[in-house]
């Protein structure tokens, strides 16, 4: 048995784009129901790294594993018997850009849901009303529930993009620089979000923005040039790094 | 502002402008390029309007001379002979259905006979040919070539006789026999071989035999055809008169027409002397105004003479209809009769109405600009060049390249788009770089070359198709014709779904792939992804794709013409989804037809301008619509 605190176990992992070697032996341990960061500069492999925890990556041709292996959960995500949308059901994922479908805000929510096979209207409203409360949208969309997603500002169409994620009630949620196109403001209650959302769920952030990790994560990792250079609580890694590299990366000397 | 506007006020500095700007003369060079376009398309608009507007006035006129003359008056009539006419016909389509149907086994023998025979006599008809001038020209000149020629004719006789294939209603012994009997013929022998008289008499035998039981049947077909023949004596005694007016009218418009010509001239000459000749002239050329009352009165002293035939003929047929059977014993047969019988009830209340309108008909009841308008768009006839009267209505038209344009694109909207979504969500990297150029590849076909393939291939194997026996359930089968709507549209289908293909792909490529993505990472399968995030996403823009492969369809002239059958006739709807498998004309078709072969600047030359300014307008419609559906797509 593993730990039940352990969400996410990344043992030697190498992948690659086609001939691009993007991580080199990457090895991580997740904690569940914390927030986890991945910082570092651009190009460094922390998206890729994070969209091979839910395998969105086999969307690009020609990204493949070449090493090592992912445990959630203790199930490697790898095999080749995973089902992928039950994988992806129980991993939510937030992109950078928020990207709500042509469809009203009820059916952005209910997206995942019906996808899953679950249609039956009372049982859809309950989950939906409960995702946006959770998202911190409800108050502000309730009265217009069946009005384009399009209609709202970027900031909440971004919390939308959040409840469509935990909809179906993931024990995973990925965030891959969920504010990087969002004002302060909209940024500050998306923070303030997720200190709620680690009560319940597992949350891996990517994010360009140190202020950010420090804020919201319990834990770090530095990466630089696709390798994992130190992984710390959060505290630690910012204030007293061993790596000369994160030092550097942290005090801004480079990035 | 620009120093050039002013450029005393300013002293000459560093960075002064100096002399002719090279990139100015390439910006005025493409710019004069995008106005000539916009220049020519006007130009044409105005042409085309021109040409056109011309039209209701010139008709207006045709519709009064056909009412001056009386024409219209004897139409009244004519209308309700036509249609018994066409009853009569239809019974007697139904009467020899029946019989021969009865007597399908026998005709069908006599048939396959009469078949096998023809076939032989084809086969061995030139070298029997030869044999025969030779040896009646001389007998002993060349008796080396005779003998030639002879076992030549022996030889292909073998060969044909070979050749003569069963057929399912002769017995192996029947077909040997003929075989043997012909095949022991002398060579000028003239009369068919005895089986094939049998066979045809056998038929004619059980013809007569079968129509015993149907001399009911016959009488009251004949007695009805009979009683259309009083208002038939009437209408074309009628018609000469009115005919004869009808020209005397046109003669005095030409005429009019000329004089006006010669005073134009004469006010526009500058030589006194030369103008006075020309007034001269144009008074001379003055017509007499032709005398149409007199013919319409006596025209309309036939008025109790038309009713009372119409009542007779009424009377008539509200007999016969009790007189029909109820059903025939024949499939084809009974259709026929339910036809007639269905459309009796009309019939009469249509001879019931005529009286009335015979009295209400007035010679002299003006012709407005609306009629002719009306009458152009509305008119359920496109008649020309005729003896009668020339009609300009579009609907058959306008009909016609609707239901090619629905064929079409109920083949090409499932076909292209599926290949869309297809290529675009599903095929293989491989898969896409061969489907998508051997779609758009069709595009490459130039539509004549379409069209004969049309005609010579795809028309003739659908016929023989439409003749399987297990098919028959189809509505239209067997087809009547070979050249139907049905051809056109699936041709049609066939150049529009490269449209609809391209456009459908780049509205579904235009998606942004975060949709995707966000989609997939939600826990949706590739086919939930596509179906219910990335086609709504693009639907828009494939509604464009559709739009555009109609604008496409109703605007393809080449195969329609080649293909549709070009019948300009309203097709009849009674006949369910069989319509579709009739001959039709269309809008495109009749102008590329007739446009060639009308004279300049006449009221039918008129008329196909302003079909071709429909059908701009629809067109230039359909592509604003399909524009509005793409700027759509881009929120």
Redo the contacts between chains.
């Keep these: 048995m593993v730990k039940t605190s352990t969400a996410i176990q990344i043992n030697n992992l190498s992948f690659a784009y086609g001939a691009k070697q993007v991580l080199h032996d990457v090895s991580l341990e997740i904690p569940a129901r914390q927030v986890t960061a991945f910082i570092g500069p651009s190009g460094c492999g922390k998206s890729t790294l994070l969209r091979c925890f839910?395998r969105?990556n086999d969307?690009i041709?020609g990204a493949k594993l070449t090493a090592g292996s992912i445990l959630v959960h203790d199930i490697d995500i790898n095999r080749t018997d995973i089902d992928l949308?039950?994988?992806?059901?129980r991993i939510?994922?937030v992109?950078q850009?928020y990207?709500p479908?042509?469809?009203s805000i009820y059916d952005n929510v209910a997206?995942?849901l019906?996808?899953?096979g679950r249609t039956k209207r009372s049982v859809l409203d309950g989950i939906v009303e409960n995702a946006l409360k959770n998202a911190a949208l409800w108050d502000e969309v309730k009265s217009r529930l069946h009005a384009s997603a399009?209609g709202l500002s970027g900031g909440q169409q971004q919390r939308l993009?959040i409840a469509?994620?935990i909809a179906?009630q993931p024990e995973i949620l990925l965030m891959d620089e969920p504010c990087a196109a969002l004002d302060p403001l909209a940024t500050l209650k998306i923070e303030e979000l997720l200190s709620e959302l680690k009560k319940q769920y597992t949350i891996i952030i990517v994010t360009h923005n140190l202020a950010q990790a420090t804020r919201c994560s319990d834990n770090t990792a530095f990466m630089y040039l696709g390798k994992v250079i130190e992984y710390g609580s959060t505290m630690q890694l910012f204030e007293n790094p061993k790596e000369p590299q994160t030092e550097a990366y942290v005090t801004g000397k480079f990035g | 502002m620009s120093p050039e506007e002013n450029p005393s006020d300013l002293a000459p500095h560093r960075f002064q402008k100096r002399g002719f700007s090279y990139e100015r003369a390439i910006k005025y060079f493409f710019a004069s390029n995008a106005g000539l376009t916009i220049v020519i398309l006007a130009l044409i608009i105005i042409f085309l309007l021109k040409e056109g507007l011309g039209f209701f006035p010139g008709y207006q006129r045709e519709l009064q001379v056909y009412r001056i003359a009386g024409l219209e008056f004897v139409d009244i009539s004519r209308k309700n002979l036509t249609a018994h006419e066409q009853l009569t016909s239809v019974l007697n389509r139904a009467y020899y259905a029946e019989i021969n149907g009865r007597c399908i086994k026998q005709m069908r023998r006599s048939q396959e006979a009469s078949a096998l025979f023809n076939a032989y006599t084809d086969q061995t008809g030139p070298t029997r040919d030869l044999v025969l001038n030779n040896s009646q020209a001389a007998s002993s000149p060349n008796s080396e070539m005779l003998k030639n020629l002879k076992a030549n004719y022996e030889q292909q006789k073998a060969k044909a006789l070979a050749s003569l294939t069963a057929t399912p209603h002769l017995t192996q012994m029947e077909r040997r026999d003929l075989i043997e009997s012909v095949r022991s013929r002398a060579v000028n022998d003239t009369d068919d071989p005895l089986f094939v008289t049998t066979l045809a008499e056998e038929f004619t035998a059980a013809q007569h035999k079968q129509a015993e039981p149907l001399q009911a049947l016959r009488s009251t077909i004949d007695s009805f055809s009979s009683a259309g023949s009083e208002l038939s004596s009437l209408v074309s005694e009628m018609t000469e008169s009115v005919i004869a007016t009808k020209e005397k009218i046109q003669g005095a418009d030409i005429l009019e027409k000329d004089r006006k010509t010669l005073l134009a001239a004469a006010s526009g000459a500058k030589d006194p002397v030369e103008r006075e000749k020309l007034m001269t002239e144009a008074r001379t050329s003055l017509a007499d105004k032709p005398d149409v009352e007199g013919p319409i009165q006596l025209l309309l002293e036939h008025r109790p003479d038309c009713i009372k035939a119409h009542t007779a003929l009424r009377d008539a047929s509200t007999r016969i209809i009790g007189q029909l059977p109820s059903s025939l014993t024949q499939l084809e047969a009974a259709r026929l009769l339910k036809a007639a019988r269905h459309s009796w009830p009309f019939f009469i209340a249509d001879l019931e109405k005529t009286p009335a309108a015979i009295n209400a008909w007035k010679p002299d009841a003006p012709v407005p600009l609306t009629d002719s308008i009306s009458s152009f768009l509305t008119g359920k006839d496109w008649v020309t060049g005729g003896e009668w009267q020339d009609f300009y209505g579009i609907l058959p038209l306008a009909a016609g390249s609707l239901m090619i344009s629905i064929v079409a694109l109920v083949l090409a909207i499932p076909t292209g788009i599926g290949a869309a979504v297809y290529v675009n969500q599903f095929a293989s990297p491989w898969e896409q770089s061969v489907v998508k150029p051997i779609i758009e590849f069709i595009q490459a076909i130039p539509s004549v070359v379409l069209g004969f393939i049309g005609i010579l291939v795809f028309g003739t194997v659908l016929r023989d198709i439409s003749l399987w026996d297990s098919l028959q359930w189809i509505p239209g089968f067997p087809l009547e014709e070979r050249l139907n709507i049905f051809t056109a549209g699936c041709l049609l289908a066939l150049m529009s779904i490269p449209t609809i293909f391209s456009l459908a792909e780049d509205a579904i490529n235009n998606v942004p792939s975060a949709y995707a993505e966000a989609s997939e990472a939600l826990g949706a399968s590739q086919v939930q992804t596509t179906f219910r995030v990335v086609i709504p996403a693009a639907f828009s823009g494939i509604l464009a794709a559709v739009l555009l492969g109609f604008g496409r369809v109703i605007g393809e002239t080449m195969v329609v013409l080649l293909v549709a059958g070009n019948r300009i006739k309203i097709p009849d709807f009674t006949a369910g989804l069989g319509t579709f498998f009739q001959p039709c004309h269309t809008l495109t078709g009749i102008i590329a037809q007739e446009l060639g072969e009308v004279p300049m600047g006449s009221v039918h030359y008129r008329a196909l301008f302003v079909v071709g300014i429909l059908l701009f307008a629809v067109v230039l419609t359909i592509n604003a619509t399909a524009h509005r559906f793409v700027n759509k797509m881009k929120h």
């Design positions: 839910n969105i969307r041709p949308q039950e994988l992806r059901r939510g994922m992109f850009k990207n479908f042509a469809k997206f995942s019906r996808a899953a399009f993009c469509r994620a179906n």
